[in-house]
């Protein structure tokens, strides 16, 4: 991993709840992590683990009412975002910020060609007129790997085909040469060709471009392919934080374990796959202590009454585990053991 990048931004204590019937959701609880220039991190958990609460929070998208960012700090640049005015938040976003949606069907405008949609947002920051702006959208069609852009460019999104339209999103993400890339599951719901030949324009992309970027998936695939950090969330928390090998080779929390030995193994025979027993909680009722010591195969008295905090292990990894901590009382289980994947960084 390249060392001394600059740090675009730097996450601090980040808070998102949601006022519901049955009480306040804490979506997102204490959130922290850095990305740096150049770098690709990866946020990866279960569904409904906050991820991409996470990113639409960077993005200050959050509907008011019944959400709201309740604390903490988003810092990209050396300001905070959180501390911006509307007005200022929409000069950044698509501009110096990008986001590539999970489903770009319901992210682009139905109505409206690909070509004008992607102009729009380059006239807006740019500034350039409509002729500049359609041409330099074309020209981003054929960056991103489209052919025959300018017909592709006049036609509308039901007419292409699913990585088509997602290879318009990542056009559309990056006509301002944003510092900071947000993809959200990008490559959901494509087929495992497609999903190969849009991880390798992003990469392709940030090389040219220098962006750093956020990977949001679920696919530990996905995250050894193209990340050099990870943050692995669980119930609105990280719970380890390290480098794309040591996650793989090492696995310090529980529940990584637990993802890790979840995923199939080609080499291995098998009649019944692994998996982390037990369920997500709720929202609105979690454990007292840890969140996922009901799961946990190791967990103590201690687990299931206090929630720890995220320890530093080294430079880079942090784990939020009672295993690492002073406080733990006797052997300390060997988290990872057995944890080899087929999956490779």
């Excluded at 958990?45 to 903490?72: F, N, V």
């Excluded at 999104?157 to 993809?183: D, K, T």
């Excluded at 720890?308 to 880079?316: F, G, K």
């Excluded at 939020?320 to 733990?328: H, K, L, M, N």
Aim: hydrophobic letters at 35%.
């Amino acid at each position: 991993m390249t060392q001394n990048r600059d740090v675009i931004l730097e996450v601090k204590n980040l808070q998102t709840h949601f006022t519901t019937d049955d009480g306040v959701v804490k979506a997102v609880d204490g959130v922290d992590f850095k990305v740096e220039r150049g770098q690709t991190l990866g946020i990866v958990g279960e569904s409904g683990c906050g991820k991409s609460i996470t990113s639409l929070s960077i993005m200050r998208l959050i509907s008011s009412p019944p959400g709201k960012i309740a604390g903490g700090e988003v810092i990209f640049k050396g300001d905070n975002l959180l501390d911006y005015s509307e007005e200022k938040m929409r000069s950044i976003r698509g501009n110096e910020i990008s986001m590539i949606f999970q489903e770009p069907m319901t992210s682009l405008n139905p109505v409206y060609c690909v070509g004008e949609q992607i102009a729009e947002a380059i006239r807006i920051h740019q500034k350039l007129n409509r002729k500049k702006a359609w041409d330099k959208a074309v020209e981003m069609l054929k960056l991103v790997g489209i052919p025959s852009p300018e017909k592709r460019a006049k036609q509308e999104p039901h007419e292409l085909s699913g990585g088509m339209r997602q290879r318009v999103m990542i056009a559309m993400a990056l006509a301002c040469n944003p510092a900071l890339l947000i993809a959200d599951e990008p490559t959901t719901a494509l087929d495992v060709t497609i999903q190969a030949q849009i991880l390798d324009l992003l990469k392709k992309l940030q090389d040219d471009f220098g962006s750093a970027v956020i990977m949001i998936t679920h696919d530990l695939g996905v995250v050894a392919e193209t990340c050099d950090m990870v943050a692995v969330m669980y119930a609105g928390k990280v719970v380890e934080y390290t480098d794309v090998d040591s996650l793989f080779e090492r696995p310090k929390h529980p529940y990584t374990e637990g993802l890790l030995n979840s995923i199939p193994r080609v080499h291995e025979d098998l009649e019944e796959l692994q998996t982390i027993k037990g369920s997500v909680p709720s929202p609105t009722n979690m454990p007292a202590g840890c969140r996922f010591a009901p799961r946990c195969p190791y967990a103590t008295e201690l687990c299931h009454n206090s929630l720890p905090e995220l320890v530093s292990l080294d430079e880079t990894a942090q784990v939020r585990c009672w295993i690492y901590t002073d406080e733990w009382k006797g052997d300390k289980p060997n988290v990872g053991k057995g944890a080899e994947s087929n999956v490779s960084a």
